[in-house]
């Protein structure tokens, strides 16, 4: 077991890395909470492989369990899955001693992780991540939210957990596909940190080498995550750099209206601000081939979707990052330097030209 600690001014709690961890977790919880009721909320997809385990563990350790289930997607972050959710835990009579246990991927997280935070003016929270994505970033840092028409993200709470579980084994259910798109945020923070983090992604060249490697990537990108948090817990300063990629990457995420996960919006939006950033004369170009050879060793997209520099744009202008009528971008000068820099966001339009006149 791998124990990563998490102070921030709130909350004290641990992250524990436990390889077959779900079936313990009935000894895991109650070393954190005392016998209550739990809603345990999980999706289509990860209900069938791991809720009546989660719940047997429950109710053996002393719980009284309602499993709560939600339509797999990133559509599932609406206000209506909100309201269904808060309606039922209402009508078993939950009360602010009671709890909410999120099982799944970041969608998951991030709904039930939102219900609990606004349920009584907040009850409590375990993360149980079963995909790579929520596993090395979701789970991770107390951001849960829900999505609007006009952008990912935008009504949420930072609601930091009691505990967080991440059992490696369960990424072997995963698809390729979602075990890939996890990896794009792997990506993410080995470039942003460098060093034997960055040189432990070389050796890895294709879907089926991440499986042995999870633990260790899994260990280096919570802990990286962990101390961004604790340092900035409300994403005034450095806590800033986790966005890396995503300013692209939510834009063309949202324009692709479900045609492409998270983590593969964060692969796209990683090379993209290589390209601008090197563009502009701010970046070395060999960035690019080199953020890209280890994205594209695993099959993520790189490339720009057809999508109009206007469409992202208009994007752009609901992103949460903006402050004060600037648009805060995260770049690298090289692996391991990582840098912010602020764009008015009138002049977006003219700052993203060169990746279409490029292109």
């Known amino acids: 077991m791998t124990i990563i600690e998490v102070k921030t001014p709130v909350k004290q709690y641990q992250i524990k890395i436990v390889a077959d961890g779900l079936h313990q977790l009935g000894s895991l919880v109650t070393a954190v909470w005392q016998p209550r009721q739990v809603a345990v909320v999980t999706?289509?997809?990860?209900?069938?492989?791991?809720?009546?385990?989660v719940t047997d563990e429950l109710i053996a350790a002393g719980f009284k369990v309602l499993a709560l289930t939600v339509p797999a997607g990133e559509s599932s972050k609406s206000w209506q899955q909100v309201q269904l959710l808060i309606d039922q835990l209402s009508a078993a009579h939950f009360s602010r001693s009671d709890g909410v246990l999120a099982l799944g991927g970041g969608v998951v997280g991030d709904l039930a992780g939102f219900v609990a935070a606004i349920y009584m003016r907040g009850i409590s929270l375990i993360q149980v991540p079963t995909s790579l994505l929520a596993q090395v970033d979701s789970s991770v840092g107390g951001k849960t939210a829900i999505d609007l028409p006009t952008g990912k993200n935008l009504v949420g709470s930072f609601y930091q957990p009691d505990l967080v579980i991440i059992d490696p084994t369960t990424l072997t259910t995963l698809p390729p596909r979602i075990l890939a798109e996890g990896y794009g945020e792997v990506v993410k923070c080995a470039a942003l940190v460098g060093g034997d983090f960055w040189q432990a992604?070389?050796?890895?060249?294709?879907?089926?080498?991440?499986?042995?490697?999870?633990?260790?990537?899994?260990?280096?990108?919570?802990?990286?995550?962990?101390?961004?948090?604790?340092?900035?817990?409300?994403?005034?300063?450095?806590?800033?750099?986790?966005?890396?990629?995503?300013?692209?990457?939510?834009?063309?995420?949202?324009?692709?209206?479900?045609?492409?996960?998270?983590?593969?919006?964060?692969?796209?939006?990683?090379?993209?601000?290589?390209?601008?950033?090197?563009?502009?004369?701010?970046?070395?170009?060999?960035?690019?081939?080199?953020?890209?050879?280890?994205?594209?060793?695993?099959?993520?997209?790189?490339?720009?979707?057809?999508?109009?520099?206007?469409?992202?744009?208009?994007?752009?202008?609901?992103?949460?990052?903006?402050?004060?009528?600037?648009?805060?971008?995260?770049?690298?000068?090289?692996?391991?330097?990582?840098?912010?820099?602020?764009?008015?966001?009138?002049?977006?339009?003219?700052?993203?030209?060169?990746?279409?006149?490029?292109?």
């Open 43 to 53: 999706d289509s997809n990860v209900g069938p492989h791991y809720a009546q385990l």
């Open 201 to 359: 992604l070389q050796p890895i060249s294709g879907i089926a080498a991440i499986l042995p490697a999870a633990p260790a990537l899994i260990a280096a990108s919570v802990a990286f995550k962990a101390r961004i948090v604790m340092a900035d817990e409300q994403e005034q300063g450095q806590r800033q750099l986790l966005n890396l990629g995503h300013t692209i990457g939510h834009a063309v995420e949202l324009l692709a209206n479900g045609q492409l996960m998270h983590g593969e919006a964060v692969a796209i939006g990683l090379v993209q601000v290589c390209r601008l950033f090197a563009a502009h004369d701010l970046a070395p170009a060999s960035l690019v081939t080199t953020i890209k050879s280890r994205l594209m060793a695993v099959g993520l997209p790189t490339e720009l979707p057809a999508v109009s520099q206007q469409a992202v744009v208009a994007a752009m202008q609901h992103d949460k990052k903006v402050h004060g009528a600037a648009l805060t971008w995260v770049y690298l000068t090289a692996i391991g330097q990582p840098q912010l820099f602020p764009v008015a966001v009138k002049d977006l339009t003219d700052w993203l030209a060169k990746l279409w006149s490029a292109a």
